[in-house]
């Protein structure tokens, strides 16, 4: 399974990308917000493109398909391998249908049914974004949307790659991997609680001192 950090701050991407685990970066609207207000958002995607290199997600703000397209086309014309992020409501699984037709990948993002999944899938999306985080907030298992998901995409062979989304802790990524999510997208902070282990640290800070123990006895 990928892993995607889900950002658009420019210190955690530089960080994802120096430490090479993560193959792309999803953002949306909210993310962006967060960081500078005045920031120039075509210089901000290009910056995280540039460093990241391999998948980027960039989300459309119009609820109309001709408004998403239209914005879709100016992101191309950015950077053509972006991926266009479309809202999962009736108006962008046309927007989708269009720009699958023009080979421009897509990724339906807001997914939280099986029902939802799948009317993207047909329309031509490139990728499903499954929200677990948001699920498990009104109480409603995202564990089981997730496995309903991916069973249906076994058993008929469906295309679109599925990636967990709003994910909140480590236990999402493990749950992501064991359902069969082709993708993960995490925020920075997760990501990086997901590489912690309190054996990890004692192991190597006994690795060290057994070293140094070595090379002082070594030299007297
Ligand atoms: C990613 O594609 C989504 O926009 C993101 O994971 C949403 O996460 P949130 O529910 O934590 O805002």
Redesign the pocket.
Same mark, same amino acid.
């Given at each position: 399974m990928e892993l995607y950090v889900?950002t658009a701050n420019i210190n955690e991407i530089r960080e994802c990308a120096r430490l090479g685990f993560v193959s792309g970066v999803?953002?949306?609207p %909210?993310?962006l917000a967060k960081e500078d207000p005045n920031v120039d958002i075509k210089k901000l995607i290009l910056e995280i493109y540039e460093l990241i290199g391999g998948h980027l %997600?960039v989300?459309v703000i119009s609820t109309d398909r001709d408004g998403m397209i239209k914005e879709a086309e100016e992101i191309i014309e950015w950077f053509p391998n972006a991926t266009i992020?479309i809202p999962m409501i009736p108006e962008g699984l046309s927007a989708v249908r269009y720009l699958s037709e023009k080979n421009i990948p897509t990724?339906v993002?807001?997914i939280f049914s099986p029902t939802q999944a799948i009317a993207a899938n047909n329309a031509g999306a490139t990728y499903v %974004?499954v929200?677990m985080? =948001?699920l498990d907030?009104i109480g409603n298992d995202s564990l089981y949307v997730l496995y309903d998901i991916c069973e249906i995409w076994d058993i008929h062979g469906f295309e679109s790659q599925i990636?967990a989304? %709003?994910? =909140?802790h480590p236990m999402h990524i493990i749950e992501a991997a064991k359902a069969g999510a082709d993708i993960a997208?995490?925020?920075y902070k997760v990501l990086m609680q997901s590489l912690k282990h309190p054996l990890t640290d004692l192991g190597l800070k006994a690795f060290l001192a057994d070293y140094e123990k070595m090379l002082s006895n070594r030299n007297s």
């Open positions: 889900d999803t953002t949306n %909210s993310l %997600s989300e992020k990724n993002t807001l %974004s929200f985080g =948001r907030d990636i989304a %709003s994910i =909140r997208t995490v925020p």
